[in-house]
């Protein structure tokens, strides 16, 4: 059974820092690429940045410069450092793994969310 497991949500003050986490069970997590999406009351959720199997990575151009997406392979954990946090970055965070397979198919897999507030 696979498992997505966010942490490192909270309020922090514009221009602030946070870090989240995903740590993953239940799957071969090295093989994935791994996802950080977010949603705002009353918008659709967005790809914030991914990380490839591969270690490559892509950004949402609101958050480049600003964010850095990492992963250990060994701790089957991905990251998400937030730095120069503003108001508009206020979301609930969600972690997802997405893996394509040669022959067809594909599997994604979500965490539950973690609430990101940016306020004064």
Not at 4 to 15: A, C, K, R
Not at 26 to 51: D, H
Not at 57 to 85: C, E, H, P, W
Request: net charge positive; proline share 2%; with cysteine.
């Amino acid at each position: 059974q696979v498992q997505l497991v966010e942490s490192g949500g909270g309020l922090v003050q514009p221009g602030g820092s946070l870090r989240l986490s995903c740590a993953a069970s239940g799957m071969i997590f090295s093989r994935y690429t791994m996802n950080w999406y977010r949603q705002a009351p009353g918008k659709q959720r967005e790809l914030v940045a991914a990380i490839t199997s591969s270690g490559m990575t892509n950004y949402a151009y609101s958050v480049k410069g600003r964010f850095a997406i990492s992963r250990d392979n060994a701790k089957n954990t991905v990251y998400l450092q937030m730095n120069s946090l503003k108001p508009e970055d206020t979301a609930v965070y969600y972690c997802n793994a997405h893996r394509v397979y040669a022959l067809g198919g594909n599997n994604d897999y979500w965490g539950q969310g973690t609430q990101v507030t940016v306020s004064s």
